[in-house]
């Protein structure tokens, strides 16, 4: 359960780790969070997405049918929707936290990442992505490039909101009737410092008898 104020998918995201990429505390403030999922039947698959800021509002959800040859290409496929439908709804400045369990998607995203960090573009990690997605993948590419930073976490599939929503897409098709809106993150309260002056410093204007040292 999420803490209040807090958004659920920040806290799986939180408590996941995020492929080739360091993973300090203060990374984990993303302003949004989106975790899709994609799913594959001989009888028809489907796409899942959920987007919600960092104080928990969510900004949308989405389930649609799809056919996709296999599980890889809905992976890749529901990864580019729920770009697309954050990217119609949050400001380029945004800080966004990816959320995917599928370990070669996540890796990937990171490492298309850190190649736009890099002199030369270069990834620090080969990407091979499956040849059916090859179309998706360049609009997952300009959809990362279109944000102010983005981070990928892998996490579980019994675990991902996302899953029953390409699971069962007609189930949950009631989900696209809801109106779109565009949704800011509350701005958070600034934090009291904790750091504390050294004693040379702290006892300067005390009513100690002796001068303090420099």
């Known amino acids: 359960m999420a803490a209040h104020g807090r958004s659920a998918l920040r806290d799986l995201f939180d408590e996941s780790p995020t492929p080739h990429i360091a993973h300090p505390p203060r990374t984990h403030h993303r302003d949004f969070y989106v975790a899709t999922d994609g799913s594959f039947r001989e009888s028809g698959g489907g796409l899942g997405a959920v987007i919600e800021t960092r104080d928990g509002t969510r900004v949308a959800r989405v389930a649609t049918t799809d056919t996709p040859p296999d599980n890889n290409v809905a992976e890749y496929r529901a990864l580019h929707l ?3 439908v954050l990217a119609a709804r949050a ?5 966004v936290g990816v959320l995917i369990d599928h370990d070669a998607l996540a890796s990937n995203v990171n490492n298309a990442i850190l190649a736009t960090q ?15 997605t090859r179309y998706h993948w360049r609009g997952i590419q300009a959809r990362l490039c279109g ?3 983005v981070r990928a976490a892998r996490i579980d599939s019994d675990q991902n909101p996302a899953h029953p929503l390409a699971n069962a897409p007609e189930q949950y098709r009631h989900v696209n009737r809801k109106p779109e809106r565009c949704v800011l993150p509350e701005t958070p309260e600034p934090t009291a410092s904790t750091e504390f002056p050294p004693p040379s ?13 420099d």
Do not use: M, Q, Y
């Open 82 to 84: 729920g770009l697309d």
């Open 91 to 95: 400001p380029r400045d945004a800080a």
């Open 118 to 132: 890099h002199p030369d573009g270069k990834s620090p990690r080969p990407i091979s992505v499956p040849a059916a």
């Open 147 to 149: 944000f102010d930073e």
């Open 201 to 213: 410093r702290a006892d300067r204007n005390g009513t100690g008898g002796g001068r303090a040292s």
